[in-house]
């Protein structure tokens, strides 16, 4: 278990699916080698029949230098896709049985690992250049070995011939490490496809909201506003009223405590107006524009809609700031009926008129 964990930790620390599918392949080419030796080693063959598999051992050590020694990840890719399918496969088919062993497995993995590891006409060529390999090597597999020959008498032979016993070994080892690198493969290009998935389902959602609500506050913006207001507010339902406030002195915070603070102050009235409007109600709350904003709520008679915009007035004076703890901060609102104008345009050029009526009488009020 700590091996596995060990293996899918080296593959996870690659940053693109190319290099995890390239780490992937790099240790399936390695298992190769050791199996050809492994195999070599119980035959008992000549030391001849060991030299393919240590230049193949040396060939994928000079891979894994260029990619993680000098950082050339391009061409360690390159270099192995056609050490495996014309060097490193093709050596251990002949050194292993043949298509008597499980070998032409490896063929089918070679060809397969091109596909994620190259790119363009790189990747066609090499698929090409390796399925010429293999099927050179399985012909000469076929008609050079023992047998072949006339009158069924041994031919020259290029194929190592397993015992029945090492035959059943390879067999196993190759189904199950086959087995392995296709499951990994397929879990990685699956959890490739989620990930982007999630990050696409992710992207629209952060893209859907900046375009309904303003990056400051929270609060939705005025897209929004209108479109809520034509769908809604002022067609549907008489109970509807539209609110339009302004922070009073609001220029005046900014030049005496900074723009930073006076973002601080919309936030914290924003806030505030969140915890009074609620979305499941039906109702909006949005950034008209600086420091004006717009309520759309839901009240029985004008009263009702009167105290609930009072409710936030009263909070939003009672703030403590750490600023200037003895600063009084207000607003002044007008409120108005949605269904007693035709169109947006009307109800909030008519709430405009008396919020500034609210500025006119004092400040820190709402008329009606």
């Known amino acids: 278990m700590k091996i596995t964990r060990n293996i899918q930790r080296y593959i996870d620390d690659e940053k693109s699916l ?8 790099l240790m399936v080419g390695v298992a190769i ?11 008992k063959l000549s030391p001849a029949a060991n030299i393919g598999p240590i230049i193949s051992a040396v060939m994928l050590l000079a891979v894994f230098f260029v990619a993680y020694g000098r950082k050339k990840m391009d061409i360690a890719r390159f270099m192995l896709c056609y050490i495996l399918n014309c060097f490193v ?38 698929i090409i250049i390796s399925f010429l390999v293999h099927t050179v090597c399985i012909y000469v597999s076929y008609y050079f070995m023992p ?19 090492a035959r059943i070994i390879d067999m196993i080892s190759s189904v199950i490490l086959i087995g392995l690198y296709i499951v990994i493969t397929t879990m990685l ?27 400051l506050t929270g609060l ?18 008489e109970r509807y009223y539209l609110c339009m406030l302004d922070i009073d002195h609001f220029k005046i915070l900014n030049d005496k405590y900074g723009h930073f603070f006076g973002d601080i102050v919309l936030k914290q009235l924003a806030a505030i107006m969140k915890e009074e409007v609620k979305d499941e109600n039906n109702e909006i709350a949005a950034r008209y524009g600086g420091e004006e904003f717009l309520i759309i709520l839901k009240a029985d008679r004008q009263e009702e809609a009167y105290r609930r ?16 703890p003895d600063l009084l901060t207000s607003f002044s609102a007008g409120i108005v009926r949605c269904s007693r104008f035709g169109s947006t345009s009307e109800a909030i050029s008519h709430a405009d008129k008396l919020l500034y009526t609210s500025k006119e009488n004092g400040r820190n009020r709402i008329s009606l």
């Open 147 to 165: 047998g072949s020959g006339i009158d069924g008498e041994p031919a020259w032979s290029m194929v190592t011939q397993l015992s029945p016993q």
């Open 18 to 25: 190319e290099d995890r599918f390239f780490a992937v392949v």
């Open 33 to 43: 080698v050791w199996i050809s030796m492994v195999v070599t080693f119980i035959e």
């Open 220 to 237: 939705y913006n005025r897209r929004e506003l209108f479109r809520f207001l034509e769908d809604v507010a002022v067609k549907d339902d």
């Open 89 to 126: 496969i093709p050596v251990s088919f002949f050194s292993c049985g043949g298509i008597d062993s499980g070998m032409p497995l490896y063929m089918i993995a070679g060809l397969f690992l091109v596909v994620p590891v190259l790119k363009g006409a790189k990747r066609i060529v090499c």
């Open 189 to 215: 290009i699956m959890d490739a496809y989620r990930k982007e998935r999630e990050s696409t389902e992710e992207l629209l959602m952060k893209l859907d909201e900046l375009s309904s609500t303003d990056e």
């Open 309 to 324: 915009i009072d409710r936030i007035r009263d909070s939003f004076t009672r703030v403590v700031w750490e600023k200037d």
